[in-house]
């Protein structure tokens, strides 16, 4: 997604934190059956609950990218939850987060990861090959894990 989003309710072009919580007040105000009016920011209500919810966006945006926020935002599993900082939503947004991570990592075309490959090295390398190793396997396994999985080490002795 783009840097800059359009607002719905007249805000022009408006930075990804704005366009999100236009998002946690659509799901607020749907919730108390609300509707939202034109620059519905500078009416009281909603001006205490825009600037409240600002920090906490831009705390997440540091982490996640703006299109993982707002995809889990209209995840049907987060439902009518508008909170970003409850558990479950922090959830949804690592899960929209890694699919994500693993599109961006699965576009690069051929040429672009050569070209990277130039920038990092100052060399020209050779076209990558479009065979799957195991290697490959095991990597994506492991992007499958969830970030907070604990791993014990076990060891087999003979005894």
């Not at 919580?21 to 920011?41: G, P, V």
Request: charged share 30%; aromatic share 8%.
């Amino acid at each position: 997604m783009d840097n800059k989003y359009h607002s719905k309710y007249g805000g022009g072009e408006i930075t990804p934190a704005q366009y999100i919580i236009e998002k946690i007040c659509e799901k607020k105000a749907q919730m108390s059956k609300q509707t939202l009016t034109y620059k519905f920011w500078k009416q009281p209500e909603w001006a205490i609950f825009f600037k409240r919810h600002l920090r906490q966006v831009h705390v997440l945006l540091r982490k996640y990218d703006a299109a993982a926020i707002i995809n889990a935002l209209s995840e049907q599993e987060s439902g009518m939850k508008w909170s970003l900082n409850t558990p479950f939503m922090l959830d949804i947004i690592k899960k929209q987060q890694k699919k994500l991570n693993k599109a961006k990592k699965r576009t690069l075309t051929d040429e672009e990861i050569m070209q990277m490959d130039k920038l990092k090295t100052g060399k020209q390398t050779r076209r990558p090959s479009l065979n799957h190793n195991m290697l490959d396997v095991l990597d994506d396994t492991l992007d499958v894990l969830d970030d907070d999985t604990e791993y014990v080490n076990v060891s087999i002795t003979d005894g």
